[in-house]
């Protein structure tokens, strides 16, 4: 079954649709069909779509930094911040203002365009989300788009984050919602959509995604990718993480195994064709990829990554290491 990405009727969609010209009613079948293709099919169709709406040899860079780590009373089985597994992880206070600008300011000196805080919270609260936005006001006077993951947001919260010039709030959904029970206990799934909603209700722009590698099934990786296009507006970013296995979590214990590089890629592939206009983000788990693999990433519509030797306490690729891949492939930051 081929599917004929020029389509944009909006009628039947289950979820909602904006009238952006895009589709947002793709059904699971659709969606499975086009995971099924060969894979030379499905990355010429993807790299297509990819070419319609972006320069396909500019990439986007930003950085991540964690401002507030472990302690997270979040149970979720990847991560090796939650409170409830044992990983050894050192747990650290939120960091001065000055020490994120200062952070900031680098990542920007080394190409990042856009600075990304990640705090292990439930959700923002009292003096701590204060700090929080002045954080955001400090590296928005450098000039780089913000980007903030804090956890549950309220309408009211994510109005204040956006009177403090934040342009970006994370927000993944990880997996399917049917998947998403065996991932994490502590958080429904619909709690994760309710704060999309708040986000994108309050005119911050959305970056949710997931990661694949947690035991889910091919079925899965097409569920989570219909839940993000089947969205009322789109994401504008959307990351798909590798999973980096961690000691201590339930999924490193657990030993998953590790998805086949070309199943990899073709949920990147997949992602580009159902959310033509997002950006699609290459995140966790490049420092484990060969160049070879990180550039079928960018001809199925990878356009985005993380630089930096770290993301939040995950290894990442060196700044050096990925800015000299971008160089031999022709590819340009924005």
Excluded at 39 to 59: E, G, K, M, S
Excluded at 184 to 192: N, W
Excluded at 273 to 300: H, K, W, Y
Aim: with cysteine.
């Amino acid at each position: 079954m081929t599917i004929d990405t020029a389509k944009i009727s909006t009628a039947g969609g289950t979820i909602g649709a904006a009238d952006d010209g895009l589709r947002h009613d793709w059904s699971k079948d659709e969606v499975e069909a086009l995971f099924a293709q060969p894979f030379i099919d499905l990355l010429f169709q993807a790299q297509t779509v990819h070419r319609a709406h972006f320069d396909p040899n500019r990439i986007q860079i930003s950085s991540l930094l964690s401002i507030k780590t472990g302690a997270c009373p979040e149970d979720c089985t990847y991560c090796a911040q939650s409170a409830h597994h044992h990983t050894g992880l050192e747990r650290e206070k939120l960091l001065a203002v000055e020490e994120v600008v200062a952070a900031a300011a680098k990542a920007k000196a080394e190409g990042a365009s856009r600075f990304c805080m990640g705090a292990a919270w439930r959700g923002p609260h009292g003096d701590d989300f204060q700090v929080a936005m002045a954080m955001i006001e400090g590296v928005k006077a450098l000039g780089m788009e913000t980007c903030a993951s804090f956890g549950a947001l309220t309408r009211e919260q994510a109005r204040q984050l956006k009177a403090a010039g934040l342009d970006y709030y994370n927000h993944n959904i990880d997996t399917s919602p049917e998947h998403y029970p065996n991932i994490v206990t502590t958080r429904s799934f619909e709690d994760r959509l309710e704060t999309i909603q708040n986000v994108q209700e309050e005119g911050l722009h959305v970056c949710t995604g997931g990661i694949v590698g947690l035991g889910e099934t091919p079925t899965d990786r097409a569920g989570m990718l219909l839940t993000l296009a089947n969205l009322p507006k789109h994401p504008d970013s959307v990351p798909i993480n590798l999973l980096v296995p961690i000691e201590g979590t339930p999924l490193a214990e657990a030993k998953v195994e590790r998805p086949d590089p070309f199943d990899f890629i073709r949920v990147i592939a997949v992602a580009r064709i159902l959310m033509p206009r997002s950006f699609v983000r290459l995140s966790a788990g490049r420092e484990g990829m060969n160049d070879e693999m990180q550039t079928l990433c960018f001809f199925a519509g990878a356009n985005s990554v993380f630089c930096g030797r770290k993301l939040l306490t995950a290894p990442n690729a060196p700044v050096g290491q990925a800015l000299g891949l971008f160089d031999r492939l022709g590819l340009k930051p924005l």
